[in-house]
């Protein structure tokens, strides 16, 4: 093997190593940018009026992205729908 090879070599191996740091400071950073947009979904959410349509969609958004809860399933029953006969 020659200097060349050698020195080549040493150089690949420094570009290999700063790429993977970079890439898991990236990740990292991914992570942080995601938790603190949750945080601030959930925050947004508590702030507002359960009755109204921004409520609804951004609830119905959260559903989506599996960030909530579905809601659960309810079993209707006759004694719903006969107070209106």
Partial sequence: MSLFDINWHFKWHKLTHFVSYVVKL??????????????????????????????????????????????????SNDDYWKQFK
């Fill in 26 to 75: 990236m990740n990292k950073k991914q992570q942080k940018i995601k938790l603190i947009k949750e945080q601030e979904n959930n925050s947004r959410l508590k702030n507002m009026d359960e009755n109204s349509l921004e409520y609804a969609i951004t609830r119905d958004k959260l559903i989506r992205q599996h960030k909530l809860p579905e809601d659960p399933v309810v079993k």
